[in-house]
């Protein structure tokens, strides 16, 4: 690296920049002083802290530069971090986004397409840009995306011979497989079967692209309709395409010609539950249930338990938990899968930890399956926490006391119960029963000591604590024990305070861990709080609760992506508490994180309705993630509950151009647009409809009328044009000639206006149209008998007032003329036009007072005007008034002496 490279540096952390060299011996003074120089240079350009940015277009520059310099001189790693710096500095900026793309092709295609699409929208007619995020594409395996960003290439630059090259090898490597993909389609349609069909589609699965494979399956599907089979490979294109609204739709249509097939049915439901579609997965599996006769329907056991499992899980999302917990106790007896058996329960028991019924129903599985300990930790929590279970959990526990491997916790858990019930003699019993040497006995020195302690009872007390402490023989464990002796005595900051002092011996501590966090909640110590949430969730990942105010905790630390990552794992969890769902699916909205805001929502909304805010955010998320329909009905409800509300305003008419919708709904929603202001979007979509709706009146209608107001008088004239005349629209007529007027299409526009006065005949309005436009093609004698009836109509209209004097005056009329243009003048006396006129006529008829009153009113208004000055002053001395003409010629000698010359004989 030369001085020049690091005197030019960015401004970043200098152990990020100098490439590690081996240690060699020690260099002479004069070296040493020249890179202690380069490395200060270096470091004067360093901000602090470890990801910087550039601070301004023109160091984001330079930093690209010095990219390209250490990119050049080997040091790829390097480079690659500082066009990320500048990238995640300024998105904009074309040069670093392309060169990360580039670099991250072999390594990562997938980021490479994203960074290299944003720099091809940043300048789509950069051909490079165009090569590398096909070369992108084709890493990634997506080889007709590749094909259309080379084509896009060799538009741009035709003389590309790399992309020309790629191109062709691509198009070689489709054809290869198409050509496979033919030889099955021949074989099919030599003996159309289901036999046939399966091998087509394996090989249509297997050799084309996934919207290729649609196409063969969709073009079957239509020209065999009476082979529905088409329908199941439909919906596996659609998995391909992860599209699962396309896969739903597709098992539907089969459904709907084989009723019958349970395990499409099946299938059908579990992907309806993955996309929160409770209800419809409740309707889809009603089918499998008995008939209200009682006959058995031909389910064999696994496919009962199937059922059931799955309308549990329906059930569940839907809030009706007795019946989901029945059923799913149902599906265990009829022999599901003991590990899908045990995921489904504490799934539920994750979405409704203080469900005692559930927690028991799940405990009398687990120890009839075999698991006594996980048996004994679903009975003890409603053992404290339900009253109506205490006994029914007690006998559990007593009966598990009996089981030599789960002997000691069924004991501890009964001590423990007992102790709730203020019973400290039966606890001491139940804790003392446990053997010396059994992992449990630590937890019951633990609470023997506080007894003892309660009690009064110091030397027990001691004794027990001595025991408890010293069962944890490694340095971390003493330290939570002596930490978790502060917490049980009540002196919580004490023992807060002394875990921090180590926080590695509170790893694995998930109980305590679950009551430490809460308590910094309430403390408002939200940087150690999130550190034991992480903590707990190493410790407990089922725990979802701590996993929901772990992600808003990482919302708020500006670590989004780990945010998402914690509340991924909720919602796949399908945990059920609505405020919940609500606060992750604002917080995933608001950090522009739609995939995980649609799911929290979706399960929300199946719960309860949504306010508007959140039905918008629902909607939005649902255009995000591909599923425009769907938003869009969400979209026109709430509108229809609440118009004002802009969210729809803006995203209908946006979504109705992607997904086919009605003609009618098509107009409302450029209607929309209107009145938001976006007539050009108006314009679009009403453009789009005519060809689909052309005996639509109202939508050409409106399209003409908002083309006339962006300024395209000519489209408007062509839409009205397109129209046949029809007397029943008078407003096509109007907005015609209204685009013609425009245009300056005179002729046109007569033929306009003279078939409306003929359709509408006691309107002025067109009289007065007409009428103006022969005026103003100087053909006063044709339009004066119009305009006086307009005028008549209308005495204060000054345009026609002036063409009527102007048509007197030429017919030689001068006293009517003057009266016209006097009436103007007393309507607005700064009128050039007219004083000009009755000038002349005064003139004309040596009528000087009329003339003097005219002239002195305009120089009133007009002091400097020297020409009229001028002809005042001649009009006073041909009437003979040399005295009132004096002033006059003395300011007009001050103006325009050269005016004022030929007057002085008058006044020597």
Known sequence: MTHRALRNGPRMPVRELVPRRPTVARAP????????????????????GVNAVPQSWEQAQQWYEHG??????????????????????????????????????????????????????LRPTSPGASFLLGRALEAEGRLLDAAEAYRKTIALDAGNTAANDRLRGILRTLRSRMSLVDQAMEHFWANPSLASLTLLGRIVMRDAEPRQALLEFETLRERLPNLPEVYLWIARAYARLDDPAGEIRAYTEYLNRHPDAVGVRLTLAERQIAQSRYRSADDTLHRLLPPAGGAVLRLDAHDLAQRDLLRSRARSGLGEQEQATALLLEAAREGAPAQTVRAAFAQDVARRPDDGALRMGYGHWLRESGDPLAAIAQFRVPCLRDADLRTDCMAALNALTGNRAAASEARFALGELALAQGQADEAIAQFQRIPAGDPVERRAALHLGMIYRDQGDVERAIDEFTRYVLSFPEPLGMHFARGNLFWVRGARDAAIAYWLRDPRALAGQAATLSEVAPYLQTQGRTAEELMLREMLRDAAPAELANRVRLGTLLLEAGRNDEAAREWDTVLAAGYGNYDVLIQMGR???????????????????QLKPLDDDLSAGLAEALAAAGRREEALRIYWQLHASNPRHPAPLKAIPELVRQVPVSPAERLQAAELAVTTGNRRQ???????????????????????RLLLQIGSPGEAEAVLTAWPDDPAHLERLRMLAQAQEAQGRVDALLGTLTRLRALDPGNTRYDRMLGVLLARR???????????????????????????ARHRAEQGELAQAAAHYERLLADNPDQ????????????????????????????????QDAEARDSLVGAYLRDYRVNDARPHYEALREAAPGRARRYEPYFR
């Open 587 to 605: 917080g995933m909205l608001a950090h522009g994180r739609h995939a995980q805001a649609l799911q929290a929502l979706w399960q929300a909304a």
């Open 778 to 804: 100087n053909r006063l004698p044709e339009a004066a008998p119009l305009l006086e009836q307009v005028l008549a109509a209308d005495p204060a209209d000054g345009e026609v007032r002036g063409y009527l």
């Open 832 to 863: 050039q036009e007219p004083t000009e006129a009755l000038k002349r006529i005064y003139n004309a008829q040596r009528d000087w007072d009329p003339l003097v009153v005219l002239l002195e009113r305009w120089l009133r208004l007009h002091p």
């Open 29 to 48: 003074r004069a070296v040493r002083v020249w890179l202690l120089c380069c490395v200060l240079t270096l470091a004067a350009f360093a901000p602090p």
């Open 68 to 121: 390209q310099r250490l990119e050049r001189d080997g040091f790829a790693a390097n480079a690659l971090l500082i066009y990320r710096e500048v990238v995640q500095g300024y998105p904009e900026h074309f040069n670093s986004r392309l060169a990360l793309g580039r670099m991250l092709i072999a390594s990562a295609p997938a980021e490479a397409v994203q960074h290299l699409d944003a720099a091809r929208a």
């Open 682 to 704: 108006a314009v679009d979509l009403l453009e789009e409809l005519l060809p689909l709706a052309p005996e639509n009146d109202a939508a050409r209608l409106l399209l003409a």
